[in-house]
């Protein structure tokens, strides 16, 4: 389907979205991980010849996916601002001015492994903060993609891509989703982030994603 695909997980109606986001429709939520804000600041920092607009393109497209769904709540798991160094002026008035564009939606943070090291969001951006799991309908809410002993697991943190192979050795890398009865994973949302191979497995549906479609990919 073009631009999301509906699926039933535990119960619940998801549905992926091309741009690398789910919409929870019975929550009204956007769940995304991963988003890496400042990332390509924090290289040139290191005088890493990096390109300059990613903060930009990842807020626009946020703010496409809000005002495509009816969004009460943003939900991202974890990673959300990449490093100290993203802390720059003007990424962190790129993030101000897209907040001042939401001021009614209820942002949370489910802490990943860059949050601790970057630290909170400034609480002028209005973001709740949580340690991980963070429950919600059947889920437990995570960065880290480790089991939880009594909930199915949504999380990121391993920025999940699946490569597509064709004729005369032709290959198409793509990221996807990764759905698992335990622990079920987003693809990273952040413009400039890197993928981790995934391959079939038994139990597991790969969902991947891009040129605004979701496919499905045979266990």
Not at 128 to 152: I, K, M, N, S
């Amino acid at each position: 389907m073009n631009g999301h695909l509906s699926i039933e997980h535990c119960a619940e109606t998801l549905w992926l979205l091309a741009d690398r986001a789910i919409y929870w429709p019975a929550q009204r939520a956007l769940l995304v991980a991963d988003v890496h804000i400042g990332k390509a600041a924090s290289y040139r920092a290191l005088h890493q010849p990096v390109p300059k607009g990613t903060t930009a393109a990842t807020l626009q497209r946020l703010d496409s996916l809000l005002a495509t769904h009816d969004c009460e709540q943003l939900i991202i798991l974890g990673d959300f601002l990449h490093a100290r160094a993203a802390r720059t002026p003007a990424t962190m008035a790129l993030l101000q001015a897209w907040r001042n564009r939401h001021p009614c939606l209820h942002v949370r943070l489910i802490r990943g492994n860059h949050d601790r090291h970057a630290g909170d969001p400034p609480g002028e951006l209005n973001i709740e903060v949580h340690d991980e799991p963070w429950l919600l309908g059947p889920f437990a809410l995570q960065h880290e993609p480790t089991p939880h002993p009594e909930r199915p697991v949504l999380a990121g943190h391993v920025h999940p891509v699946f490569t597509l192979r064709g004729r005369a050795r032709q290959r198409l890398r793509l990221r996807c989703f990764v759905m698992q009865s335990q622990v079920s994973l987003l693809p990273a949302f952040g413009e400039f982030t890197g993928g981790w191979d995934m391959e079939r497995a038994p139990g597991r549906r790969i969902f991947p994603t891009g040129a605004d479609q979701v496919w499905t990919v045979a266990e």
